[in-house]
């Protein structure tokens, strides 16, 4: 029994033995592979590393070189600019070499060389400085700032103020330290920046007389009330501006809108808001702001009614923050609202044609949205209108820090109460007609009126009608229409697509005639508009002018036509006042219906009334 376990453990032993070998000879293979697969592995890596080490070695040649041609760039500069300074100071050398009397005494003579020496030394500094801002405005992340040219400092005085008279400047500044900033007669005396550099206004000869007064103010942070008359240039005025201290904002901090940062909320944040009182003004505004904004890579959005909201709900949040919002009052408060737009990060604010965006229609709205905005001393407001009635003068000034005040005027800024009233006035360049006629016999009148105009070689020219009621215009379009006259109207009982169609059509010359009511009235920019007729005469003076300054527009001639009826002569006096003032012929059946001017009424007080300045002090009287 012994020797049979013993038997059957041998040969238990015996089969371990080979199933042990047999292993043996089945796994050597797979270490052999697995030998092989490190080896792979461990040249791969070494491969990785000489691939990694090549690429960076190339990276570091092509910063190497890079480096080096900025630094030739910056020395071609550098030395550029020297060569600049030395030809300005061999001109400055000849201008005082000629300038030296010929006869004088010798030692007078010495004293005036010393002093010419110095004038040299301090206009080299200038210069150098000049040359300096330049390259630093230029610089991708260097800051904008308003700097005087050194050839517009250089400039006498007497030129300055003869330029200020001719213009009939009157600046208006409760500070003294922007005292030496002088309005800027060319273009060529605006600092350099990336958006001038990029020459956006190639196609103008010099700026405009509001432009000049206003950009170096305005360009120095400072708030500005521009008042000047209609077709002067108002928008570029603000939008140039606008523009240099958004890029400005955007080069120096990556992302200026601090507030969506902390909130991380989906709302369009802007940082510059301009408020219209109509769509019409406020997609013209956007054209042009447009296209200056998108020189320095800024993006603008025009936001309105009668539009879907959807669309440009979508447009402003694909438009990443809107940079700058173009917007009417009314749908700019609808998206407020619904947290659709932010301005809680707005540096820059403009109130375009400000009488009437601050009068009673949309001052609550204006307040409204003044309120969604950072505090006045934390943001920029520029105020620009054609028109500025005391009635809202102290309102406006609620809204800014000690603004300057520019006015392009042929009369004294002051008014007759000495409260900086601006007299009305309308645009010089404007030959005013006025008619006294039955009111039954308007319609005939305008008919003969378009056909004298359109005759000859003035057949394709634009001609605005204006009418007082939505219904007056669709009459007045259909009598129009029935005699053949290609007419288009414009009116708020239109969709906005047929507004903006009948707009487009007239600026392209195949419609000749528009007829509309005050909606088209304030800031529409229409080219080649030679006559405008007044059908009915407005309910405002104010609104008188901004009809009329449909045509006359950027230094051209126009005419305005009024057919006045006897339901119109409680404004016989204040018309008669604009035409004089314009030095237009006031007829003798207008005369006679008087020239009294109503007085303004207040809703409280009515017509006793007097809108007084309270923070200007009264006229002291002494008696000997």
Not at 100 to 121: I, R, Y
Not at 255 to 260: E, V
Not at 505 to 520: N, Q, R, S, Y
Request: charged share 35%; net charge positive; aromatic share 4%.
């Amino acid at each position: 029994m012994s020797t049979g376990k013993k038997h059957g453990r041998d040969v238990e032993r015996e089969e371990d033995g080979v199933r042990s070998s047999k292993k043996l000879k089945t796994d050597s293979p797979a270490a052999e592979e697995d030998g092989g697969e490190g080896e792979l592995k461990e040249k791969k890596r070494k491969k990785e590393k000489r691939d990694k080490k090549e690429k960076k070695d190339k990276k570091e040649k092509k910063d190497k070189k890079e480096k080096k041609e900025k630094k030739e760039k910056k020395e071609k500069k550098h030395k550029k600019s020297e060569d600049k300074v030395a030809e300005s100071e061999a001109k400055t050398n000849e201008t005082t070499e000629s300038s030296e009397p010929v006869e004088s005494a010798p030692k007078a003579k010495k004293h005036k060389k010393s002093k010419d020496g110095k004038k040299n030394a301090e206009s080299d500094k200038t210069l150098l400085a000049a040359n300096g801002d330049a390259e630093a405005a230029l610089d991708s992340k260097a800051p904008y700032a308003y700097k005087q040219s050194a050839a517009l400092s250089a400039l006498p005085d007497s030129e300055i103020e003869e330029f200020l008279k001719s213009q009939h400047i009157t600046v208006s500044d409760p500070k003294t330290t922007s005292a030496d900033l002088r309005p800027l007669l060319k273009f060529d005396f605006l600092p350099p920046s990336q958006l001038i550099s990029r020459s956006p206004f190639a196609s103008f000869k010099d700026p405009t007389p509001i432009q000049s007064a206003s950009w170096p103010s305005s360009l120095s942070g400072r708030d500005v009330i521009g008042i000047a008359e209609t077709g002067s240039g108002k928008t570029m005025a603000f939008s140039l501006p606008c523009v240099e201290v958004l890029h400005s904002l955007m080069r120096t901090d990556s992302d200026p809108r601090a507030s969506k940062k902390s909130r991380n909320d989906r709302a369009a944040h802007a940082l510059a808001v301009i408020v219209s009182p109509t769509r019409e003004l406020a997609m013209q505004t956007h054209t042009a702001i447009s296209a200056l904004a998108a020189l320095v890579g800024l993006s603008a959005v025009c936001i309105y009614g009668g539009a879907s909201k959807d669309e440009q709900r979508n447009l402003l949040q694909r438009k990443s923050g809107a940079d700058i919002i173009v917007a009417t009052p009314g749908r700019l408060k609808d998206f407020l609202s619904d947290g659709t737009v932010s301005l809680a990060d707005v540096k820059f604010v403009v109130l375009d044609e400000a009488d009437r965006m601050l009068d009673k229609g949309f001052e609550e709205d204006v307040k409204l949205i003044l309120g969604q905005c950072p505090p006045r001393g934390e943001r920029q407001t520029l105020m620009f209108t054609a028109t500025w009635p005391a009635s809202v003068q102290g309102l406006a000034e609620s809204f800014m820090v000690d603004p300057v005040r520019i006015t392009i005027s042929r009369h004294r800024a002051d008014g007759e109460d000495g409260n900086g009233t601006v007299e009305l006035q309308a645009n010089s360049r404007i030959a005013q007609t006025v008619e006294v006629v039955d009111p039954r016999g308007k319609e005939q009148r305008l008919l003969q009126i378009l056909r004298q105009a359109q005759q000859g070689k003035g057949k394709n020219d634009r001609i605005l009608v204006f009418c007082l009621y939505k219904k007056e215009a669709v009459r007045v379009e259909n009598f129009l229409q029935q005699r053949g006259v290609r007419v288009a109207s414009i009116h708020g009982d239109l969709k906005q697509e047929q507004r903006t169609r009948s707009l487009e059509a007239f600026k392209a010359g195949t419609t000749t005639v528009l007829v509309a009511t005050d909606v088209a009235a304030r800031g529409l920019d229409i080219p080649e508009v030679k006559l405008v007729v007044n059908v009915t005469f407005p309910l405002t003076i104010e609104d008188y002018v901004h009809r009329i300054g449909r045509t006359g527009r950027a230094g051209k001639t126009g005419q305005a036509i009024t057919l006045f009826t006897e339901h119109d002569k409680a404004h016989s006096g204040s018309l008669i006042n604009i035409l004089k003032a314009a030095n237009q012929p006031v007829p003798d059946e207008l005369l006679k219906f008087g020239t009294t001017v109503k007085k303004k009424a207040h809703d409280t007080y009515g017509a006793f009334f007097k809108d007084v300045d309270m923070s200007k002090k009264g006229t002291k009287i002494t008696f000997d």
